[in-house]
């Protein structure tokens, strides 16, 4: 039995990710395509999107929201492990990207299951329901995080999933020195002090939150 955690460095990293299942040609291909586009280069990590995939699959989840389209990386890696009446809508503030994601969403595998909602996410999930979604997946503006946990535990259901993207803050998520560390150290706390909330740190890409609604 081990008594502590054991260090993750680079080489036992790389191990792990060679252990994971891999990114696909299309998924490499939408990545090159949005940084050829000017997106910024911030998709979740590969690990990250099989670790999101296997997840939504074994909770058996079927109505997935996230913050932060982006590209639509992630979007399509959720909605594949979601079952055949599954569905992803995602939520984007910026046109270009909105509309970059639907392009290669709709040349992808999970066509017709993804809805990308242009718009401010602090409006857009005012218009869900209570306890009607089953996952929702926080990647947007790190300002953000505190008011979209805030929605996110409104619209979960219990036994819901939380999921949250860059709680790391590059490694410097303890420090709180810069406005990013500060905001997403803010965020990891309310976590922490939500009674309704359980949840972990999964130290994968820039660390994700996973967290599980009473």
């Not at 990710?17 to 891999?22: E, G, K």
């Not at 594949?80 to 995602?90: A, F, I, K, N, S």
Request: with cysteine; hydrophobic share 45%; net charge neutral.
């Amino acid at each position: 039995m081990s008594k502590r955690s054991t260090p993750v460095g680079a080489e036992l990293f790389a191990y792990v990710a060679r252990h994971t299942i891999q990114e696909d040609a299309f998924l490499r291909e939408l990545r090159l395509a949005a940084r050829a586009e000017g997106l910024p280069e911030i998709h979740i990590a590969p690990e990250q999107a099989a670790f999101l995939q296997i997840l939504l699959r074994a909770v058996g989840a079927k109505r997935v929201v996230e913050v932060g389209a982006l590209g639509g990386y992630s979007a399509i890696a959720m909605a594949r492990g979601l079952g055949p009446d599954g569905r992803v809508v995602t939520l984007e503030l910026e046109p270009k990207h909105a509309r970059f994601a639907e392009a290669w969403i709709e040349k992808s595998d999970q066509r017709g299951r993804i809805e990308v909602r242009l718009g401010d996410a602090r409006t857009t999930l005012s218009t869900f329901a209570d306890g009607s979604i089953d996952a929702v997946f926080v990647d947007a503006d790190k300002e953000g995080y505190v008011e979209y946990l805030r929605h996110a535990m409104r619209i979960l259901r219990r036994g819901g999933v939380l999921l949250a993207d860059n709680v790391l803050a590059s490694g410097r998520i303890h420090d709180g020195q810069t406005e990013k560390e500060r905001v997403l150290r803010a965020f990891v706390d309310a976590c922490t002090a939500r009674e309704d909330l359980d949840a972990v740190i999964v130290p994968l890409g820039d660390g994700c939150l996973f967290g599980v609604k009473r």
